[in-house]
């Protein structure tokens, strides 16, 4: 069983539309929790952290719901600039960061 | 200032060379990480170092050497390399506690021919 897992995609959606990513980890010991995304041929990059409470920056909002060890990711108002692939992390402690297989986004005009 | 810094930024090698990777950050980061990426599949672990120290070898074949000279930089040594090599090098660097997030530089796209 794969530690962290992500919906495999890719996803194809037009501008405007809203999409859900979803994530799920095997360590219940799991101490914190990040989306980052990654243009074509360049590095990862951090979108956000994931707390338990929930948390939303402008069109980005991400869950944490730690019993069912399930992280989301949802994107309202897609725009041609979110087409990326967003990879779930999970730093399990310290210095182990697991990473998911990343769901790629194609945003359509 | 959340920058990482990768040198050269492309790498072609023949399967004979020996070559070096290099990366900074002045973060004041304790852990820094190298990552091998291939096409379409997520980084994968090679090596992370703690306060200087290797803490995590992910069983990486010996023709890639890391060190840390200090706590700002980390190179990887590269020799007698296999065409299977040839990937997107990543370093990254973190607080090394749980919590804090990772950075990642622009990485070296290495080819071996």
């Known amino acids: 069983r794969k530690e962290v897992e992500q919906d495999p995609g890719p996803f194809n959606v037009p501008e405007g539309a809203t999409v859900a990513f979803n994530c799920t980890y095997s360590?219940?010991?799991?101490?914190?929790f990040f989306w980052y995304r990654q243009d074509c041929r360049k590095e990862p990059k951090l979108l956000m952290s994931?707390?338990?409470s929930g948390n939303e920056d402008g069109r980005f909002t991400a869950q944490l719901n730690r019993a069912s060890q399930y992280i989301s990711l949802l994107i309202r108002d897609s725009k041609l600039s979110d087409s990326a692939t967003y990879l779930c992390?999970?730093?399990?402690?310290?210095?182990?960061?697991?990473f998911g297989p990343g769901t790629r986004l194609s945003v359509l005009p | 200032d959340t920058e990482v810094t990768q040198t050269p930024k492309h790498l072609v090698m023949g399967m004979t060379n020996k070559k070096s990777l290099k990366c900074e950050q002045h973060?004041?980061?304790?852990?820094m990480y190298w990552y091998k990426q291939k096409a379409k599949k997520p980084p994968e672990l090679m090596f992370v170092?703690?306060?200087?120290?290797?803490?995590i070898n992910e069983s990486v074949p010996s023709r890639f050497s890391p060190e840390c000279p200090n706590s700002s930089l980390l190179n990887l040594h590269l020799h007698a390399l296999q065409p299977e090599d040839s990937a997107l090098y990543l370093c990254?660097?973190?607080?090394?506690?749980?919590?804090?997030?990772?950075?990642f530089g622009p990485g070296t796209r290495l080819t071996v021919t």
């Open positions: 990254a660097s973190s607080q090394g506690r749980s919590g804090y997030e990772q950075y």
């Open positions: 360590n219940s010991a799991s101490q914190s």
């Open positions: 994931v707390y338990s």
């Open positions: 992390v999970v730093n399990e402690y310290g210095q182990n960061f697991v």
């Open positions: 973060m004041g980061h304790r852990a």
């Open positions: 170092y703690s306060y200087e120290k290797l803490s």
